[in-house]
């Protein structure tokens, strides 16, 4: 419970939940927090990149492969029902959590970046020569390469919303590119290597005047944000689980059922098909039509797992306590001498990339290592962000809501200390 005594409710809600964000105890979920990296206690920074797993999540994947572990759908046996009726209990709990209108619209996939695929696959049938693509300049590689590889089968073009200095889309010029001739908008909810959140909402609405299709990746903003699909009125949204206190090797694609049927299947197999003669196959009805193959149930199950773990705690608690940590490690970083942060918007989630002076990123992120502090150094997956900023990369810190004030000191100490020895 966060919410204390009645006294309490009328104070704003915020310092309701900043005083009663128990992190002593949540930290206590999260068994991998209590070990030591380097001869230090770990310091996990990294939650853009993978979030850390809770007991919770844990157990249900031991749970899965001591007691009912099953291939799914076709058997009679009881294993195979209890692991089945478990892994689309996983489906709707995605539903929802998400506002879905349908359960057969959450497609499991393998991650985000499969997920992508499947639609930039999926699109190939759809477009024509000379049909435009509209994608925003903050994109990780997972969402560029697919839509590079979709138009050079399609004939589409590529058309890029341009950044500025604060890490954020220049709108203008997004409405500038929207024409007759766009069929499809894609872009990220949260950008990986800037923090930034996008105004996916205008960005959605404005395609749709032109009756243009727009995925949104959010893999960085399902961690913080309580997102809405049927509110957003968007057409496909991606995420990883591993991103969300998941294991890896499991995501979603959600589809508006009409573009999900229009859609031709991605890969074909067992599970996806509803009938096979060599004449003529038809496909099974959604979501089965994209889950060709023995899905990953273990990880389906577990994702549902870790998303009411998240909501146990709230993600608007979760939110505001991240804001908090932002705050304060924004700050702490800024009274470092020749320290610059890159994405400055007003409106990001908990991702810090910053240099300092010109010292290569990969030796900070070296010497934290050594310390014991996990942080991310490079392009982070956006290339085209780097370029933009003349940088070869950043090191990038990425708050969760397990971590706290008292880390970010250690950390700030950690930095002055090996900028003293790369000094
Ligand atoms: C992590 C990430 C992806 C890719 O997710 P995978 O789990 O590697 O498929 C895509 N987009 C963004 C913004 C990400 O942060």
Redesign the pocket.
């Known amino acids: 419970m966060f919410i204390g005594s009645s006294a309490f409710d009328i104070l704003p809600l915020y310092c309701k939940l900043n005083r009663m964000f128990p992190v002593d105890k949540i930290r206590e979920d999260f068994p991998i927090l209590q070990r030591k990296v380097n001869g230090n206690p770990l310091v996990y920074f990294d939650n853009?990149?993978?979030s850390q797993t809770p007991k919770v999540v844990i157990d249900a994947i031991v749970d899965y492969y001591e007691n009912y572990n099953a291939n799914i759908h076709r058997g009679v046996h009881s294993l195979s029902q209890e692991a089945t009726n478990k892994y689309e209990q996983a489906r709707i709990t995605l539903q929802k959590h998400f506002n879905a209108k349908y359960a057969a619209e959450i497609i499991f996939t393998?991650?985000?970046?499969?997920?992508?695929n499947i639609v930039a696959s999926g699109f190939s049938a759809l477009l024509n020569e000379g049909d435009e693509i509209i994608v925003s300049a903050l994109?990780?590689h997972?969402?560029i390469v697919p839509w590079q590889m979709l138009c050079e089968k399609s004939g589409a073009v590529l058309k890029v919303i341009p950044m500025n200095e604060e890490g954020g889309l220049i709108i203008e010029a997004y409405d500038e590119l929207l024409s007759e001739n766009t069929k499809l908008v894609f872009c990220?909810?949260?950008?990986?290597a800037l923090g930034t959140i996008n105004p996916v909402e205008e960005i959605i609405q404005k395609a749709h005047h032109y009756g243009a299709a727009v995925l949104i990746?959010?893999?960085?903003s399902t961690p913080h944000i309580k997102v809405d699909f049927q509110a957003l009125d968007v057409d496909f949204y991606?995420?990883?689980a591993?991103?969300i206190c998941g294991p890896?090797g499991i995501?979603f694609l959600y589809g508006k059922k009409e573009w999900l049927e229009k859609l031709p299947p991605y890969q074909g197999g067992g599970e996806m098909i509803e009938s096979v003669t060599f004449k003529k196959t038809t496909y099974a009805d959604l979501p089965h039509k994209f889950e060709a193959g023995t899905p990953n149930v273990c990880g389906g199950i577990a994702f549902g797992v870790a998303v009411d773990y998240m909501n146990s705690i709230g993600l608007d608690a979760i939110a505001l306590y991240e804001q908090e940590l932002l705050d304060y490690g924004t700050q702490e970083l800024l009274k470092i001498e020749k320290l610059k942060i890159y994405g400055t918007s007003s409106y990001k989630t908990s991702v810090i990339s910053f240099n300092v002076n010109n010292i290569h990123p990969y030796d900070i992120g070296s010497i934290l290592d050594k310390l014991g502090i996990a942080v991310r150094t490079g392009h982070h997956?956006?290339q085209p962000i780097m370029d933009f900023y003349k940088i070869p990369g950043t090191v990038r810190v990425s708050f969760a809501f397990y971590n706290t004030k008292e880390e970010i000191d250690v950390f700030i100490k950690a930095l002055k200390k090996a900028l003293i020895m790369l000094g």
Do not use: L, R
């Open positions: 853009a990149a993978t393998s991650g985000a970046t499969h997920s992508i994109e990780h997972s969402n990220n909810h949260v950008s990986n990746d959010g893999a960085q991606v995420s990883s591993h991103k890896t995501g997956c956006a």
